[in-house]
């Protein structure tokens, strides 16, 4: 009842302004008074109260108080009302405290203490909400920009990685077509020269004539012979003849090279070669594939090695590979395969005796296919390729 009170009394005397220095007056008299008290302010004729006393009358001092109700004889009037009452606000300098006084404070205390805790409950939620708020904004806005970012820099790599793609295409467009171009030259270069090494052969020891120095005919005439008569071969047709020089101070006759029209004709000469063996004309010619100089030196090598090893009388290196020879009683012409190895090792064996021989700082000198060979007094025999060997002391 008190803070019902108390709420109604503050909210009327207050006029919704907590600061008013009237309503803050009219307040406490209201709620310190123990009787209805009359606004010192309020006009006559506003109250119209009456006032009663209570008069306490101690006869003897051992007599028991008595108290005695006297009515007063007369209302009084209301300036005497209004006197009385600004007689008793000037007298003291509070209005009169009652028993009830104590509560009101306490309660007022408490509602104050009460009021003070729930503003400071109500300022630390606001700061936690605050700190909330503030906390949830950063963290979406980080999001929100890491998004936009992310995005962002995802769109332009997917710009530079196909501009990229596209340019790497282009270029590997580019880079293939250069090599079917340079594959394609280089497949037709090679195409031509193996062609035109695989129908070259080549014929060693043919005759040289003077004739073939003043008859550019006469020597593709001579080779058509020798593969007619020679071979036996009326079909092959030979292209172009070209003879090497030889080495200065050789009298050997220079290697011929012989063009053929097809590959399959080269093949029948190559496989008929060995019928010269028993023509008493072209023994001592010989017909052989033309190879590459990687390959003659190959071979030369083969050979060496043969040699070092004293097994040339078993194995012949045939198309740069060492093979072993093979002797068997198959003929061609009634001529038996091992007399034919016979005949042309023995005919190899005459030619190498038949190189002339000439003087030197009265040093006797042999030129051969394959470099300088000297003979001197008890000087082992040395062989340098392309010259001398060096004499050996002892």
């Known amino acids: 009842m008190i803070l019902n009170q108390f709420d109604s009394s503050f909210m009327v005397g207050f006029d919704g302004n907590p600061l008013s220095q009237i309503g803050a007056g009219d307040y406490v008299q209201t ?3 123990p009787n209805s008290l009359v606004n010192i302010n309020s006009q006559p004729g506003d109250c119209r109260s009456t006032v009663s006393t209570i008069a306490e009358v101690y006869n003897t001092p051992n007599s028991v108080p008595t108290p005695t109700h006297t009515p007063r004889k007369r209302r009084l009037s209301e300036s005497d009302e209004t006197s009385s009452e600004n007689k008793k606000m000037k007298s003291s300098g509070h209005p009169p405290v009652a ?23 109500l300022g630390s939620r606001l700061e936690k909400r605050i700190s909330d708020i503030e906390g949830n904004v950063e963290k979406r806005l980080t999001v929100k920009f890491n998004t936009v ?20 295409s282009e270029y590997k467009d580019k880079v293939e077509t250069l090599e ?17 090494q695989n129908l070259n052969i080549i014929v060693k020891n043919l005759p040289v004539e003077h004739r073939e120095n003043t008859d550019k005919t006469f020597l593709k005439s001579k080779v058509t012979t020798l593969i007619k008569d020679g071979l036996k071969l009326a079909n092959v047709s030979v292209k172009d003849v070209v003879r090497k020089q030889t080495y200065a101070g050789s009298n050997k006759p220079g290697i011929v090279v012989i063009g053929i029209e097809s590959l399959e004709q080269k093949k029948l000469v190559l496989k008929s070669k060995k019928v010269l063996m028993n023509s008493s004309k072209y023994s001592r010619v010989y017909i052989e594939n033309d190879i590459t100089y990687e390959q003659r030196i190959n071979n030369i090598n083969n050979r060496t ?12 290196v045939k198309s740069g590979r060492i093979v072993k020879k093979q002797y068997n009683n198959t003929s061609i012409n009634n001529v038996n395969t091992t007399q034919r190895t016979e005949d042309q090792m023995k005919a190899r064996k005459q ?7 000439h003087s030197k700082n009265g040093k006797a000198y042999e030129n051969s296919s394959d470099g300088w060979r000297r003979y001197s007094g008890n ?13 050996r002391n002892g």
Do not use: H, W
């Not at 006084?101 to 729930?118: G, H, Y």
């Not at 394609?184 to 090679?190: A, D, G, N």
């Not at 030619?351 to 021989?357: A, F, P």
């Open 351 to 357: 030619n190498r005796n038949d190189i002339d021989s």
């Open 149 to 168: 970012i992310n995005d962002r820099v995802k769109g332009e790599v997917a710009k530079l990685k196909a501009e990229i793609t596209t340019e790497v």
């Open 31 to 33: 709620v310190m008074a």
């Open 305 to 316: 090695i043969l040699r070092a090893l004293g097994k040339d009388n078993d194995f012949v």
């Open 99 to 121: 028993l009830s006084d104590t509560v009101t404070f306490n309660a007022l205390a408490n509602m104050i203490t009460n009021l003070t805790e729930s503003l400071n409950n």
């Open 180 to 196: 079917k171009s340079y594959a394609e030259i280089v497949t037709s270069k090679c195409d031509k020269t193996v062609q035109k």
């Open 379 to 391: 000087n082992r025999r040395g062989r340098d390729r392309g010259g001398a060997g060096k004499p």
